[in-house]
């Protein structure tokens, strides 16, 4: 050491060391302070460049060179900060890991923050680690650790199962995302175990054990650290033992999570990605159930001894000031100051912008006085023609109470609202108002009007209501019973059983263990079959049936809904559509998007498909297949494969509905009278069983 000053009352103190260096390497300098009561050391590594003249002929065989350096990115500042040194490799692109950073950054943009939770969460953590892994010295040079094979089997098997098989079915279609970079979805069984000790590979938490969370009586959170003994349902099944094959077959939860380590067939929540613990039953009939267990109140704190790794840095006056907190207290300052800012701007638009020529509900339920509502002669003086049954459902746009959006789409926007007299009886209606935008083409303000004539035709307990229509002035909008629960496609995925985080239809969290069973899903397709039936007798083709296009109201009624694309067969049994028609591809059959040719025999195929769609819960048909491939799949005369855990006689309908010939594929009746033969037998194995849990018998005399 050379130049070295100290003070007694200082608290820095500076050494300056000189050394010459003939080749790139990490330097690790080590500081000792032995005038203090306990002797304190302190050390710090960098990285020396040394360039070279003459260009140097790596050989590609040896391994990547590398350097430990604290983290001081922004990517993944929330994963990385506080963990220690991280490795850096060495390349002529990557000098201080920015390359790392920037490829981070687009991956997150462009595949992880198209995921959901509790996916999202866990592969960012899990990629932040990959690309910036823990720093150890070894031999005196700097190695990155591997990720940790515990930590790779939760992302791939629990929290994103369904977007792992995605990614790998992509890579074998040859088809990779542009920023993956050199980042490629690691081999678990490659990797290094936790549990061969420390310093073995890198964590990333996403499995880690919080031993100080332990419950054994009761449930705290979402109790995935709940270890206790409790082993039924709610609904008093016995629970399968985790990791035996019978009665349900599973891989879920893996046994990496140390919560299941020892689990028996105990109530567990590995992952802690359902609302409370739960299990797979001995219910041949029933996968899995949730388990009653008390939330815990006045706990008990319990210590526990933790090894933590504590990194302690020295700091500038600088970084001394910018301290969390302060950042925090800044970040909330400039975020209030913006919001009041827009705030200030909204309220400017909205004054000065023209009235929309609805009524804005402060609150969805009260008394509203229809004397107080606002009047517009602009709605009420028009020269365009409408049809004369269009004009018996007329109501004044005016009146329509506006409540929340629902959602949008090609043709504009649907909103919910309450209309005030529109049925007799009944003071206030709830409706969906789906409402053309103002930038409508000629053609869709036709193909709009034409759905409201189709609908005002109908009249069945399955097929949506038009309640009214707001043609006179624009926008054109449509009033249509509200359907509370949304369309069947969201219904069914959130009630999947690999869906354990539910979300509803708005994206905010809610858990629940709402699960259908077949009786459920039969009893869907018999509604929707029973308001085909309607249909077909009417001489009307949907063309564009799907999960997507069929509503459930809170009474669980399903109903058949969007027929923008609906036409009537008049004389000839079929329509045919015009070239520049948008075609459902994967709803429908050959004749019907090589020749454009719909029949009530094209509906039947795609009843089919939508029958897979409720068995499957909604997952996408073909996924996996681009719309070419799915042509070239149906014309090679394949099918959709058999949805897990789907009754084979459902299965047989559904490939009857696919039949190539159109005159072989049965009809809506038929379909009918077939699901009610299938449920009844379903009914009839259900009351066997329970009455064989009951009364023991043999299981021959149940065969």
């Known amino acids: 050491m050379q130049g070295a000053e100290w003070t007694p009352f200082s608290f820095y103190s500076r050494s300056v060391l000189r050394t010459t260096a003939t080749d790139s390497a990490n330097f690790t300098c080590q500081a000792m302070n032995q005038l203090s009561s306990e002797t304190t050391v302190d050390s710090r590594s960098f990285m020396v460049y040394v360039e070279r003249v003459e260009e140097e002929v790596k050989d590609p065989g040896l391994p990547v060179k590398g350097y430990c350096a604290p983290y001081n990115g922004a990517v993944c500042r929330n994963y990385i900060n506080g963990r220690g040194l991280v490795w850096f ?4 692109d990557n000098a201080g890991g920015w390359r790392n950073e920037e490829i981070t950054l687009a991956i997150q943009d462009e595949l992880i923050n198209t995921l959901e939770e509790p996916c999202r969460a866990a592969a960012e953590a899990m990629l932040c680690h990959y690309a910036f892994p823990d720093c150890v010295i070894r031999s005196g040079k700097a190695a990155g650790l591997p990720l940790c094979y515990e930590d790779c089997v939760a992302l791939r098997q629990q929290f994103c199962f369904t977007e792992w098989q995605q990614l790998v079915k992509r890579k074998e279609r040859g088809q990779h995302y542009r920023s993956r970079g050199h980042f490629r979805l690691p081999e678990c069984e490659l990797l290094p175990r936790i549990a061969g000790g420390n310093n073995t590979c890198t964590r990333t938490g996403i499995t880690d054990m919080r031993w100080d969370l332990v419950t054994t009586s009761c449930v705290r959170d979402n109790g995935r650290y709940y270890l206790g003994a409790h082993n039924t349902t709610k609904g008093g099944l016995a629970c399968q033992p985790w990791y035996s094959p019978q009665p349900h077959q599973h891989t879920s939860p893996p046994q990496v999570f140390p919560e299941m380590r020892n689990s028996s067939n105990y109530c567990r929540n590995g992952g802690g990605i359902e609302a409370t613990p739960w299990c797979y039953t001995m219910d041949p009939l029933v996968r899995w159930q949730h ?10 704190q319990i210590n526990y001894n933790l090894e933590l790794d504590i990194v302690e840095e020295r700091t500038t006056i600088i970084d001394e000031i910018l301290t969390p ?11 209030a100051t913006v919001i009041v800012i827009l705030l200030i701007a909204l ?9 929309p020529g609805y009524t804005i509900a402060k609150v969805q ?7 107080k509502l606002p009047e517009n002669s602009n709605y009420h003086t028009t020269g365009a023609t409408l049809h004369p049954r269009l004009e018996l459902l007329e109501y004044p746009r005016n009146d329509i109470i506006y409540i929340r959006d629902i959602g949008q ?11 005030p007299g529109l049925l007799p009886g009944e003071e206030f209606t709830t409706v969906a108002v789906k409402m053309l935008k103002e930038e409508a083409t000629e053609d869709m303000a036709s193909d709009f009007e034409r759905e409201a004539l189709i609908l005002s035709e109908f009249d069945h307990p399955n097929i949506v ?4 229509v707001c043609a006179v002035g624009k926008p054109m909008c449509l009033l249509f019973e509200f359907m509370g629960r949304g369309d069947l496609s969201n219904y069914l995925r959130s009630n999947s059983p690999s869906n354990y985080v539910v979300r509803s239809s708005d994206g905010s969290n809610i858990f629940t263990d709402l699960k259908i069973s077949h009786i459920e899903q039969i009893g869907i397709s018999k509604q929707i079959l029973a308001g085909l039936v309607y249909l077909s007798d009417r001489k009307f083709v949907h063309r564009d049936l799907a999960s997507r296009n069929c509503l459930m109201d809170q009474n669980h009624v399903v109903k058949i809904a969007d027929f923008g694309l609906s036409q009537k067969m008049f004389l000839q049994d079929y329509y045919r559509g015009e070239e520049s028609d948008a075609i459902p591809i994967r709803w429908m059959p050959l004749e019907s998007i090589l020749h454009n040719k719909y029949t009530v025999e094209s509906d039947a195929w795609a009843f089919g498909i939508l029958l897979w769609e409720i068995f499957a819960f909604a997952l996408q048909p073909y996924y996996g297949l681009t719309n070419e491939q799915v042509v070239q799949y149906i014309k090679d005369g394949h099918v959709l494969e058999c949805p897990e855990n789907t009754p084979k006689s459902v299965y047989k309908l559904m490939t009857m509905c696919w039949s190539s010939n159109p005159n072989n594929r049965p009809c ?8 009610d033969t299938i449920e009844g037998e379903i009914v009839l194995i259900q009351k066997h069983l329970h009455s064989s849990r009951s009364t023991p018998q043999s299981p021959k005399s149940f065969v």
């Open 365 to 371: 339920d009260g008394d509203i006085d229809l004397a």
């Open 409 to 419: 789409g090609q043709f504009g926007r649907v909103f919910q609202g309450r209309a």
């Open 89 to 92: 490799n060495i390349s002529q």
């Open 465 to 468: 209501r038009l309640y009214g």
């Open 325 to 335: 907190t302060f950042i925090a207290l800044a970040a909330s300052v400039a975020a």
């Open 347 to 355: 309220i400017c638009h909205r004054l000065c912008r023209p009235r």
């Open 668 to 675: 809506f009746r038929t379909l009918h009278r077939e699901l």
């Open 291 to 300: 388990c009653s267990i008390d939330q815990c109140t006045n706990i008990t």
